[in-house]
């Protein structure tokens, strides 16, 4: 159950920085100036052509010769990171999916580009991105699985500490399996009464 928190806590948290670091990266996407555009095709590319074990070991142990940081804020920040370059092109797609008519009423009725952005277009965006975020939240849940490997004990951390214990790895695992699914079903679920709640509301 301590494995259990853990993952839990580790899952929201990186969860939250990478919406924050996406929906940064998802505006220099659609900035129209060049230079950030570049800026955030390089980061979506870094983060896509590598794999995220990786980049929580250079976090940890690139960092650490720097500033020591915990193993629960380099495997959130590792996570988010992570994250946050596939949140950033959902978020775009959905601020992209949003009719130009709407803008174009807004600036209109005299609203600034930011304004417009604040009330009319992120509000909307957020809603059709739902679906897509939560999937991105469950790939977070499982993709946490791999802080173990930095001596974070979450879920597989604890049942791989407990395996080698015992020498009986297997039991442990199918245990750590049935939480994990348990997880997701129980986020699939609540997934499906936002985005049906939402669709009424619109």
Do not use: C
Not at 36 to 49: M, N, Q, S
Not at 98 to 107: D, L, P, S
């Amino acid at each position: 159950m301590e494995g259990l928190w853990l993952t839990l806590r580790l899952s929201v948290v990186s969860l939250l920085i990478a919406i924050v670091i996406g929906l940064f990266f998802a505006m220099l996407k659609i900035s129209r100036i060049k230079v950030l555009e570049i800026i955030a095709d390089l980061y979506i590319w870094i983060v896509r052509g590598t794999p995220l074990i990786v980049q929580i070991f250079i976090l940890f142990y690139g960092l650490a010769e720097i500033w020591l940081i915990p193993e629960f804020w380099a495997a959130s920040i590792g996570l988010a990171f992570h994250s946050g370059a596939y949140i950033a092109e959902i978020i775009r797609g959905a601020i992209q999916s949003i009719t130009k008519g709407q803008t174009e009423a807004a600036r209109s009725l005299g609203m600034n580009r930011s304004l417009t952005m604040r009330r009319i277009v992120l509000p909307q965006a957020f809603r059709r991105a739902v679906p897509s975020l939560g999937n991105q939240f469950i790939i977070g849940i499982k993709d946490s699985s791999l802080a173990s490997f930095i001596g974070l004990q979450e879920l597989f951390g604890v049942s791989n500490t407990m395996g080698s214990n015992s020498f009986n790895y297997l039991p442990y695992f199918f245990t750590v399996a049935i939480y994990y699914l348990l997880i997701v079903l129980i986020l699939t679920i609540a997934v499906n009464q936002l985005e049906k709640k939402l669709a009424v509301s619109d």
